[in-house]
């Protein structure tokens, strides 16, 4: 029997198969799990961000192609950002250190909480979520921050702190 | 927690996202909370940048289609598929909302229609110019994440509504006097200014029997894209909404203005000559939330807050369009 999160799947992935400007839902959904998949195999961001774009450039390409075949969605994408990220470490020549490329790891209780935590992140109030992204993405210094939002240092370490506690609430809340 | 042990707590935390930054693991401490939070920052290393995801969604989008010429038959196939868009009111949104709406009465005879808290320091004020209203939020808080409106304001005399917005403050618009009181080549007499918070005024007086446009308020909310994002947004307002655009001025291939319907609602739209220019907020009042969202999403959107029932009485959802503006489409589902 399937469960309503895989009709809705389901007619989400048929209706871009349609209309591929109906992609944009599943790139929404997916992005986050693919890029946690693919930033532990690889060695920094810009690798990461270069193989998730292609993932789904790969997936937009040859999603008439796609059949449910008893896996979710998810676990197409995944097998597509294995197959990239094994490509990369063979161009790099170290194919024999190259980690493991299970699809069973995107469905890992690590990744799953970081999807959560980063979906998470993007529903912060606008403040909040300006200091996490200039803190850590940015990696800007407290003082940086506090200068281009014209706010104290003590104030944006608020923001920082407040958002975190926020996080960190809403993950046990999530129970994952 | 005191106020004391918060800012202790603050102070920890960041030294230990520093350290984190540096290249450290995330640090070990038997104190389960500050555990707890450092367990959270250490994941949010991995965080990926919000300017890659949005990047990456544009590039995904099929080329904008060529858009052919609108029958009524297809007007009519193409807004049906949309949910119903009753309103959209600009949002304004700058810290010193009070001052502004000082400005708003002293210029333009606006009324405060009413006022709700909002956050730690900040209010809600819906205001009304004429028969137009606007929201405008205030606070501290705002500071850093503003977010100005361009609006276009008939007024019964076009000089003396300019004078006033000078006494309050504003400057005109443009170099050479290119923005005081002059009659237009599109049937009116209009003077732009800027007022001190950033925002764009547009004043004007339409020749003929009425000073208003006709089909419009008193109060036209204005789109501002810069020039390479004019086409793209135009194609986005039509795909998201059911956008129709019904007054099209173009010089040299460009897009100088525009007049596009969304549902009851009417904006303008020109191209901004000023690279810095902030994109602005629209609160779109529409009887399907979720519809209004996943069509947006589908056009190119992207999320900044999925559909959801806040506490305030409304379902909400918040995305970003290609241009960079904020739209807050709600519907109230509790009455008052």
Known sequence: MRTGREDDERAQVEAAQRDPTRFAELYEQNFYRIYAYILRRVADRHQAEDLTADVFREALAGIRNFEFRGVPFAAWLVGIASRLVADHWKRSGREAGSPAMDHQAAVSPEIERSTILFQLVYRLPDAQFRVIHMRFVEQKSIREIAQQLGRSEGAVKQLQLRAIESLRAQMEGSHV | ?336
């Open chain 2, 1 to 336: 927690m005191s106020d004391r042990s918060d800012r202790a707590l603050s102070e920890q935390l960041d030294q230990a996202i520093d350290t984190m930054l540096a290249g450290a693991a995330h640090t070990a401490s038997a104190d389960a909370t500050f555990a707890a939070l450092s367990e959270i920052a250490g994941t949010l290393r991995d965080l990926p940048d919000a300017r890659f995801k949005a990047r990456v969604s544009r590039e995904l989008q099929p080329e904008f289609p060529r858009r052919t010429p609108m029958t009524a038959t297809s007007i009519e196939s193409n807004v049906s598929t949309f949910a119903v868009i009753l309103t959209i009111t600009p949002f304004v949104c700058i810290p010193e909302a009070d001052k502004l709406i000082e400005f708003m009465k002293h210029t333009f005879d606006a009324e405060e229609s009413g006022r709700h808290p909002h956050g730690p320091d900040g209010f809600v004020a819906s205001v009304r110019i004429g028969d137009s209203d606007l929201i405008v939020m205030g606070g501290e808080s705002l500071r850093g994440t503003e977010c100005p409106a361009a609006l276009h304001v008939y007024v019964k005399d076009c000089d003396t509504t300019y004078q006033r917005a000078l006494d309050a403050g504003a400057v005109p618009l443009g170099s050479a006097g290119t923005g005081e009181p002059a009659d237009r080549p599109y049937g009116e007499r209009a003077a732009f200014v800027s007022d001190s918070f950033g925002n764009y005024w547009f004043i004007a007086t339409r020749f003929g029997p009425d000073y208003i446009g006709i089909g419009l308020g008193h109060v036209t909310p204005s789109l501002l894209p810069s020039n390479t994002k004019v086409r793209p947004l135009i194609d986005f307002l039509e795909r998201a909404f059911g956008a129709r655009v019904e007054g099209l001025y173009e010089n040299a291939g460009r897009i100088v203005h525009a007049f596009i319907r969304i549902g009851e609602a009417m904006l303008e739209m020109g191209e901004a000559d000023e690279t810095g220019l902030r994109p602005f907020g629209f609160y779109m009042h529409t009887d399907d939330v979720d519809a209004v969202y996943r069509s947006a999403i589908a056009a190119g959107a992207t999320s900044i807050l999925a559909p959801g029932d806040q506490p305030f009485g409304e379902r909400l959802a918040i995305f970003q369009d290609p241009a960079g503006n904020r739209w807050f489409a709600a519907k109230r589902i509790v009455a008052g």
